[in-house]
């Protein structure tokens, strides 16, 4: 069973059932740095934590999956989850907390979930 941590409420309400999920109240840095210490703990990236066109700083929602088994350190999954998170603190200061309304909300809520599930 792979692993997903997001901060998406969609994706917590509607993932696929083969998938654990770790939902985060938090912003797109507080969801890398949960994937870093899942990546610490021997899971590996299933897929890109910058993937899609819509960097951290546009969006509030990020979804990564890893995989549910744990082995050695991945160290191509540590670099990349490294690098995302200081392309993240780079960009964060453009999505503090903006007045966006419900359904732009809902957009980028939907642009999230299908990067991840199509």
């Known amino acids: 069973m792979n692993i997903i941590v997001t901060n998406n409420p969609m ?13 985060h109240d938090t912003d797109c840095l507080g969801v890398f740095l ?7 703990l021997g899971h590996e990236l299933l ?23 744990k ?8 670099s990349l989850i490294e690098k995302s998170i200081q392309t993240c603190e780079k960009l964060k200061a453009s999505v503090m907390k903006k007045d966006w309304g ?6 980028f809520q939907l642009i999230d979930y299908t990067l991840i599930f199509g």
């Open 11 to 23: 994706v917590r309400e509607k993932r696929p059932a083969r998938h654990e999920i770790e939902f």
């Open 34 to 40: 949960a994937v870093r210490d899942k990546v610490h």
């Open 47 to 69: 897929t890109h934590p910058l993937s899609g066109s819509v960097k951290p700083g546009e969006t509030p929602y990020k979804t990564v999956v890893l995989k549910g088994d």
């Open 71 to 78: 082995g050695a350190l991945d160290l191509n999954s540590l």
């Open 102 to 107: 419900e359904r732009v909300l809902a957009d």
